[in-house]
T-cell receptor, first 114, second 113 residues
Framework: EAGVAQSPRYKIIEKRQSVAFWCNPI?????LYWYQQILGQGPKLLIQ????????DSQLPKDRFSAERLKGVDSTLKIQPAKLEDSAVYLC????????????FGSGTRLTVV | KQEVTQIPAALSVPEGENLVLNCSFT??????LQWFRQDPGKGLTSLLL?????REQTSGRLNASLDKSSGRSTLYIAASQPGDSATYLC????????????FGKGTKLSVIP
């Protein structure tokens, strides 16, 4: 089966600019997650979708980050305006049933804010 | 809140050695535990998934164990190779009443030829 697709792979922007990331999960996976991984740390959950509804966005900085999952398939994560501390790898993961099958991750988008 | 700790943070071993990576978690009410591998600048590759009812899983030279009651897991790598050099992340699904996947900070492994 095809994996989780993410784009772009790399992005360099100046602070205060906006950026968007795209994720296409594995077909049939109802649950989709966005994680932020800062260098040297483990990934941190930003937002969890079940189909096109938000299950958990408690750690999403809502003043600058937004995410949507239209039609319960693809998802986009947006940052506006970006700060230097947003430099990180943004990972998308999907799961059929997390409790039974675990998670599959995409290759990530490396964001550098200068 | 579930917390995951991995020890050591970094490990360097000569090629051919067997090694053990450790993971502990604070809330034992988990659904499963996954070990991931991450190469520099890349995403996460799932290595092993252990359900909460299982004690261990094996894949090739990798063996992961789970002691849910004590909140511990180990990843055993036999006959290490330079290609095993990467960061290994432990993550648990569940705990604190959610399905959230919570990660440790990882162990950076270097296998010296």
């Amino acid at each position: 089966e095809a994996g989780v697709a993410q784009s772009p792979r790399y992005k360099i922007i100046e602070k205060r600019q906006s950026v968007a990331f795209w994720c296409n999960p594995i077909s049939g996976h109802a649950t989709l997650y966005w994680y932020q991984q800062i260098l040297g740390q483990g990934p941190k959950l930003l937002i969890q979708f079940q189909n096109n509804g938000v299950v958990d966005d408690s750690q999403l900085p809502k003043d600058r980050f937004s995410a949507e999952r239209l039609k319960g398939v693809d998802s986009t994560l947006k940052i506006q305006p970006a700060k230097l501390e947003d430099s990180a790898v943004y990972l998308c993961a999907s799961s059929f049933t997390a409790a039974n099958y675990g998670y599959t991750f995409g290759s990530g988008t490396r964001l550098t804010v200068v | 809140k579930q917390e995951v700790t991995q020890i050591p943070a970094a490990l360097s071993v000569p090629e051919g050695e067997n090694l053990v990576l450790n993971c502990s978690f604070t809330d034992s009410a988990i659904y499963n535990l996954q070990w991931f591998r991450q190469d520099p600048g890349k995403g996460l590759t799932s290595l092993l998934l252990i359900q909460s009812s299982q004690r261990e899983q094996t894949s090739g030279r990798l063996n992961a164990s789970l002691d849910k009651s004590s909140g511990r897991s180990t990843l055993y790598i036999a006959a290490s190779q330079p290609g095993d050099s990467a960061t290994y992340l432990c993550a648990v699904t569940g705990g604190a009443g959610s399905y959230q996947l919570t990660f440790g900070k990882g162990t950076k492994l270097s296998v010296i030829p």
